[in-house]
């Protein structure tokens, strides 16, 4: 093997690290990569959609943009830009993109900044300081979703919060009845954190002590963790897109990932908080409270949070194979 084709191995390996650490409901990591020589093909894994929470594959379509995003970041702190096609064959709706690689770039802070929060970030489901994110870090927390065409609404009024609140009770209550939903979330949590897949115990927080304004999403096995107060006056937002076709989805999962990250570069932790887009009948009352236009697709809590391991992934070599031609 040459040194250049070392080099190359070398940087679609770092780009697949990063892409493997993006965010996916349960932990599924929904994707699966083709490697040629100057690009990464990314498609859905079919497999790994969850049939009950996520029939169409809505948020298995936000986990691979997420990833995407990371494979584009991973490549310019490495010095080379990319160009990204999303959807690229209309045949073959699983073939979520393909990223080329492109040529050299120059690497600044900020590039290194993103790339080294790829593996920072957790979703963190631990009460928050009770302190308010900064002003400017909110600002930058909505041009990163513009940046990426999507939109995101902070839920600043006590009014708007109290109404997604209700929201959330709602959705989670529904899902908490849900036979089928409660076995599949079994599914994705079982195996005691033995397993590079699901949601490990490790990863949840304590129970929320009653009368807690957010419900967050209650995993198997939380029973038995001591109970404790969350922030008091929580930032939520809602991320949304302008359609809901998949295309739209693949662009608001890279918007959710440059969210998330500015997030983490600033100091600033996040966890999900789905149930109530979901299920049809929230997702449209939320939709309502957002004005009627847009269309929600995940709701985030942002807090000062304390530290939280990092959940497994399956390894770079597991999910990817060289193209055939
Ligand atoms: C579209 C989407 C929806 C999610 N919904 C929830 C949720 O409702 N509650 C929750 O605690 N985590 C949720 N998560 C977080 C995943 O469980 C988490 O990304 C996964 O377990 C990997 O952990 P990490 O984010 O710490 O790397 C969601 C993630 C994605 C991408």
Do not use: K
Not at 253 to 271: D, E
């Amino acid at each position: 093997m040459t040194a250049t084709h070392t080099r190359a191995a070398n940087l679609v390996l770092t780009a697949l690290e990063s892409a493997v650490r993006a965010p996916s409901p349960h932990n599924t990591q929904p994707w699966r990569f083709e490697i040629g020589d100057d690009r990464i093909d990314v498609h859905l894994d079919p497999a790994r959609v969850l049939t009950v929470v996520d029939p169409d594959g809505r948020e298995a379509r936000l986990s691979c943009g997420a990833a995407i995003l990371n494979i584009q970041l991973a490549l310019r702190a490495s010095g080379r830009a990319s160009a990204v096609h999303l959807l690229p064959d209309r045949a073959r709706p699983a073939h979520l993109a393909t990223v080329w690689l492109q040529g050299q770039c120059p690497v600044t802070p900020e590039d290194r900044a993103f790339a080294r929060a790829i593996t920072f970030r957790r979703s963190n489901r631990r009460p928050f300081a009770d302190r308010p994110v900064a002003r400017w870090i909110r600002h930058s927390l909505v041009r990163a979703a513009s940046l990426e065409g999507a939109s995101l609404a902070l839920l600043e009024r006590p009014a708007e919060l109290d109404r997604l609140a209700g929201l959330l009770r709602h959705a989670e209550h529904l899902q908490s009845e849900d036979p089928a939903f409660q076995e599949e979330l079994r599914r994705w949590t079982a195996g005691g954190g033995h397993r590079d897949d699901g949601v490990s115990p490790s990863a949840g927080g304590p129970r929320q002590a009653p009368g807690a304004l957010l419900t967050l999403r209650s995993y198997p096995g939380a029973e038995d963790r001591p109970e404790r107060p969350y922030e008091s006056e929580p930032l939520v937002a809602v991320l949304s897109s302008f359609t809901d076709t998949p295309l739209a989805q693949l662009r608001t999962g890279q918007a959710l990932q440059r969210v998330l990250l500015t997030g983490t570069t600033a100091g600033v932790s996040a966890s999900f908080l789905s149930q109530p887009v979901e299920i049809g009948a929230t997702r449209r009352e939320l939709r309502e409270l957002l004005g009627g236009q847009a269309c929600p697709q995940a709701v985030l809590r942002f807090g000062y949070g304390f530290a939280t391991p990092a959940t497994p992934r399956r390894r770079p070599e597991a999910v990817s194979r060289p193209r055939s031609q």
